[in-house]
Every structure is written in structure tokens, then in C-alpha cells.
């Protein structure tokens, strides 16, 4: 047991320091090492697979809705970029530059993609002729560099993995459809897969995406009661298409400007997996997002025929598509739990000689630590009960904390102290100017998350100016 102790005790406290709990988890769970690259991080097998989870269900949701993956190119040069000025004013203070080949200078500047909207573009300029083209859904996994003064692992880097969806359409309503489609097949995957519940809305124009009419967005909020935005999807009208000649023959056979959209979501989903379900023993994942379900760990391995079934345990688990690991190792058993709870791994099963010889075993959930006795011969059953349990708990749990931290404000004064002292998400009137917002962020650090669909009015005036409101918005601190 001082060695578990041991264990556990290199993880600072959440209670203690927020930040500091956070590097621990995701250095000694080994998600990640740091690069000799200034702002980049090495993503390590345990946190790539659970990107890996995030990136096969997903795909699988955006292919139901009619999605094709494709890949385009990492370099985009100068003078594509600068065919949408509000888009490369949005990201001019973040782009890298590739300027020499091998020893020669380039006669054109290459930017390592942002992002990739003129990219896809410049490509649907050329295969798009007809209405009967349309309309194009197309999706592309990989990575993009933005020269991030500050960061910090899965949450900000200068190089991190995503998906980016772009789509052409007929109509403006086509388009907004699908935009809203995107981000509700994101807030859906976040609820059913990694049970974090969203706030969803649309951001205001100030901080809408660069080049976009419209930008929404799904908000987590994390147990230090910051905000992450998490996904997000935008309209972006005929805008893109008039810069890159986008043009399509209706079916009155006139020339018509495409509609498109963009949606997209990244790594940064791991930090908030992390934030939102981890304690001070480490990951807690939940059993649809773990890349490891179940663990068996057999105890006193060397009496007779405890290791021989606990593989047997282990090879049934994975033969009915449970994702199992066995811990054979000669560790001892309280450090092999430490290590099975630190890594977030969601099950664990405990099988010594006097279960084997009561035909029984011991299941405990990572969650809250709870056992369960199981028969040898309901190993299945019950493992696939107790995670179905466990998933749905989790997300309880923390829609009950984003429920009990979501707070209103009538006026200044009440804002300003709200949101100094209460973590999370304050509701407050606005009367659309930007001053206000300008004026919040300066004197607070909070800033408009966005604006829920469903609105409700609690207050006549704006929670700034007092000016008479327009619009209910969420605000909050964020990373």
C-alpha cells in the first residue's frame, strides 16, 4: 500500500491547484510527453486511442448524415489566402510560413494550413457546374498549425488534430440547415459518448469564425467553472463563394452563387474528458469513450489457477467486443489499481484464490468505486450492466453540476460580483452592441459564449449599458 500511496500522491490535488492537477493527469496517465517542438505536444498511445474513439464514432455519425471524407493539401499559397480578406484578417496573427525549398526562396509564400476554407474552395470552383452537383458534403481528418503564443496540452497548441467539414449548397436554407445539423450531431455525440452535457447557441458577431455569417457553437463548462467551447459550426453564406467563383446553372438554367458552411471539432475534446470526469486518483473515462472497457487483475497470481482464469475472463470479454486488458504483471495488486484508476481504464475485475474457489469476482467501477460480486458465469452480462450504469451516472453528474452553476444578472453591479465570485456560466440581458462586450471582457476577462436557441427574458434592460435588451446571452471566463 505505500507504494499505491506513492502512486496517487504525484498528482497534486484538484482542490489544491486546478492547473497544476491537470499536467499531472495528463503526464502520469502518459496521454502526452512534451516536444522539442516550442508549443507542439507528442499525443502517446493512451491518449491517441482515445482520439481514435472520438474519430470512429464520429465519422460514422457524419457519413449517416451523407458526409465523404477527403484529404487535402497542408500548404496553402499566399494568394489563395488573400482571396477572403475578413478570413485572413481572422487568422493573419496566427499563421506559419513556409518561405524556402530545400536552399532556394519561394517565388509565393505556402501557410500551413489554419484551416482549410479556401483549400476546399478553390476545389469546388472546379467541380461544381450544375445544381445537380449539389449539394457537396465533404470531411477531412488531420492536422492544422496556429502559432499559439500560450499553451497548454490537448487544450491549446501550435499544431492539433481535428476534423474539418465543408459543404456547398443551393440555398442559403439548405446551408443553415446543415450547419445546424452538424452542430447538433456534436452535441449528441458529446451527451450519448463522452457524457458531457453542452450549452448551445450561436456566438455573437464579435466572436463569430473569421469570413462567417453566422457561427454556433456547443460551450462545456469545466469543474473550475470556466467555459471550453468545443465544437463548432458555421454559415457562411454566398460570402466564400463570390471570392472564389463558385457559380452553379439553377434549374432555369441561371447562373447562381453556391451557399456553404464549415464545422469542425479537435483535440481539444480530450482536455475537456479530462477536466469534467478526472479526479485526484486521475482519468475517469467514460466505458463508450475508454480505450480500455475492462481490466482484469488477478491477485495472488501465482496460486494455482488464478492467472489461467483470469485469462479466460479476459479472452471472453473480448470475445463478446468488450475492449479488455490484463495486468499480469508482477506489480502488486494495490499498485496495479492505482494504475488502472490513474489511466481512467473504466471497470476493473479482481479474481484471487478465494473467489475462484466461491466461482465468483469482484467488479469495480472506476466512477465512484463501487463492487459488485459477480458469478464467473455473468461476467458478461454484468460488466455490460455496470457500464451502461456507469455512463449514464456520469453524465447525471455533471449535468447536475452545469445545472447548479448556470446564474443570472439584472445589472452591472451584479454581473461584475457574479462573476468574480460564482464559477460558471452567468445568463445576462444584451443589447447587442459590441461596447458591451468590449467593455465585460476589459473589466471582467468574461466574454459572450454564445446566444442559447431557446431564449428567455429576464430582465427588460441590458446587463451592461441597461439600455434596452435584445437578446439573453450566456457568459463566462474561458480557456
Known sequence: MANNKKFVEEITSREEDFTQWYTDVVKKAELMSYSSVKGCMVIKPNGYAIWENIQKDLDKRFKETGVENVYMPMFIPESLLQKEKDHVEGFAPEVAWVTHGGEEELQERLC??????TLFCDLYKDIIHSYRDLPKCYNQWCSVVRWEKTTRPFLRSSEFLWQEGHTVHATYEDAEARTIQMLDVYVKFAKEVLAIPMV??????????????????????????????????????????KAFGIQYTDKNNKLQYAYQTSWGLSTRLIGALIMVHGDDAGLCLPPKIAPVQVC????????????????????ELKAAGIRASIDDSDKSPGWKFSEAEMRGISLRIEIGPKDLQAGKCVI?????RDKTECGLDEIVETVNLLMNNMQTDMYDRAKEYLDSHIDSATNYGEFVDKINKNPGFIKGMWCGDVACEEKIKEETTATSRCIPFEQEKIADTCVCCGKPAKKLVYWGKAY
Open 200 to 241: 448551445k447557441g450561436q456566438k455573437t458577431d464579435k466572436e463569430k469564425f473569421a469570413g462567417a455569417e453566422a457561427t454556433y457553437t456547443m460551450e462545456a463548462l469545466m469543474p473550475d467553472g470556466k467555459a471550453l467551447q468545443s465544437g463548432t459550426s458555421h454559415n457562411f453564406g454566398d460570402g466564400f463563394a
Open 364 to 368: 469495480v467501477r472506476r466512477d465512484n
Open 296 to 315: 482484469v487483475i488477478p491477485i495472488q497470481q501465482k496460486k494455482e489457477g488464478v492467472l489461467d482464469k483470469a485469462g479466460e475472463i479476459y479472452e
Open 112 to 117: 500551413v494550413r489554419p484551416t482549410s476554407e
